[in-house]
Nanobody, 119 residues
Framework: QVQLVESGGGLVQPGGSLKLSCAVS????????LGWYRQAPGKERVFVAS???????DYADSVKGRFTISRDDAKNTVYLQMNSLKPEDAAVYYC?????????????WGQGTQVTVSS
């Protein structure tokens, strides 16, 4: 059973930074892709960032230039560095993983970590 556990969420002022972590119970290099999604109250869960096995990254337009996804294969951990945070970035952030190719959905999800951006 693949398990993903997010941490690092919290309250931050606008313009501030947070770094989320996602500890994975399996060897993350074996996954075809790792990603971050977020869900704000009353809204659908949306894509934030992803990284494939080769290290290629992709970002939602709303976070490009501010967020960075990375991974540490030795620790089986995925990160999301979030800078210049805005109130609209507030959401529950989920990490996800899949073994399938780009045409498949993410199969494994964490429980989420809350990010609040407020002064």
């Amino acid at each position: 059973q693949v398990q993903l556990v997010e941490s690092g969420g919290g309250l931050v002022q606008p313009g501030g930074s947070l770094k989320l972590s996602c500890a994975v119970s399996e060897v993350i290099f074996d996954f075809n892709a790792l990603g971050w999604y977020r869900q704000a109250p009353g809204k659908e869960r949306v894509f934030v960032a992803s990284m494939d096995r080769g290290g290629r990254t992709d970002y939602a337009d709303s976070v490009k230039g501010r967020f960075t996804i990375s991974r540490d294969d030795a620790k089986n951990t995925v990160y999301l560095q979030m800078n210049s945070l805005k109130p609209e970035d507030a959401a529950v952030y989920y990490c996800a993983a899949k073994y399938g190719n780009s045409g498949t959905n993410y199969a494994y999800w964490g429980q989420g970590t809350q990010v609040t951006v407020s002064s």
